[in-house]
């Protein structure tokens, strides 16, 4: 079993910063950019070493149990973990392999565009087309980046590799380190008759219109997801995806919750109390609402189905028709008498006033309001 502390030459009570020092001095003797590849199996085992003991959880871990209390986290970096530490000390690519060049095509970005609907268009869904101003593949380059008939140029300074080798110096002494071509951004190609539309781009500014599938029962702040339907990318890479984000306009009559759609709706108080069949335009059509005799204020009347469509599964809400009692405040002489007479027959001319129960009534509503029920 490796012991990291021998392999980096420190004492098991060394501090991070001794650690580090240690680390440093033998990485400048073994790197194989200097020492030679015979040695890059050491090196790596002396960055395993330097991976775990400069961490302070891993080394707790190996303090207390070696190797094995690693549980594969530690002790096991392989080239991955010494690839990270090793730019972490002398920065990206430095000392490793080039990795080809960067295609020009890069996915675009997505967008997001807000669509204002009606209340009836979120009841039964539909279809809209929407104005976006995006990104599109140019039409003169087809995306190519060229002047029709020209094409890319193999970049003469990293001969299409897209990155270029230089020798630095740093405390391990000459180091060679890989980095992108500044002559072609790291494509490996370059453009020598850029497209006159798109001035080398790909890809041009321009409004289309798109239709844009409405499903019922979407509500503000819903997002239609539309996949590529975003902006292209640059060098006419694929296109990003389009939100299209539902804010639903107030309707006069109708009011929205959840699913379901409350309205209210004004009745004489002797249709209240003789029961009546009154019209209601909704948005499947005329419907009739039934009033009860001896309706009383504030009561509802439930019209099953004739709510908003549910989002994701069959079937739609209710519509609750909520009735407002009107007690009438200006009455002639005859009004009066016949009111007068009914109270009379009904022995109400001298009404006592009857505390309602806690449960019920109006302290019941209140509750509920308070409650948010």
Do not use: W
């Not at 959880?57 to 094995?68: A, N, P, T």
């Amino acid at each position: 079993m490796s012991d990291y502390y021998e392999i980096l030459g420190v004492s098991r009570q060394a501090s991070a910063e001794e650690i580090k020092k240690a680390y440093r001095k033998l990485a400048r003797k073994l790197h194989p950019d200097v020492a030679g590849p015979d040695v890059a199996d050491e090196f790596k085992e002396v960055t395993r070493a330097y991976e775990v003991l400069s961490n302070p959880e891993k080394r707790q871990l190996y303090d207390m149990g070696g190797e094995s209390a690693l549980g594969g986290g530690g002790g096991g970096a392989g080239f991955g973990g010494f690839q990270d530490i090793f730019e972490t000390f002398f920065g990206a690519a430095a000392g490793g392999a080039p990795r080809g060049p960067v295609p020009r095509g890069r996915r675009g970005q997505d967008a997001l565009v807000r669509l204002d609907i009606d209340l009836e268009e979120a009841v039964f869904g539909g279809s809209r087309d929407l104005q976006v101003d995006t990104a599109v593949v140019c039409g003169t380059c087809q995306g190519s980046c060229c002047r029709p008939g020209t094409s890319p140029r193999t970049c003469e300074v990293c001969h299409g590799r897209g990155s270029v080798q230089r020798v630095t110096r740093s405390f391990l002494g000459q180091v060679m380190a890989t980095t992108a071509c500044s002559a072609c951004q790291g494509h490996g190609t370059v453009i020598p008759d850029p497209c006159p539309d798109c001035a080398g781009e790909g890809r041009v500014r321009t409004r289309r219109t798109i239709n844009v599938q409405v499903p019922a029962g979407v509500d503000s702040g819903t997002r239609i997801r539309m996949t590529g339907q975003g902006e292209v990318g640059p060098g006419g890479g694929p296109a990003g995806d389009l939100y299209v984000e539902i804010r639903e306009k107030p309707h006069p009559v109708f009011v929205r919750r959840g699913d379901d759609l409350h309205c209210t709706m004004g009745i004489p108080m002797t249709a209240a109390a003789l029961g009546t069949v009154l019209p209601l335009e909704s948005f499947d059509g005329p419907r009739e609402v039934d009033v009860a005799p001896g309706t009383q204020p504030e009561q509802v009347v439930t019209l099953p189905g004739l709510g908003v469509g549910h989002l994701h599964r069959p079937g739609r809400g209710d519509l609750h028709v909520h009735l407002d009692v009107q007690v009438p405040t200006r009455l002639d002489e005859r009004q009066r008498e016949l009111l007068a007479e009914l109270a009379s027959l009904r022995g109400e001319e001298q009404p006592e006033a009857r505390l309602a129960a806690s449960g019920s009534g109006v302290f019941s509503k209140l509750r509920e309001k308070l409650a948010g029920r």
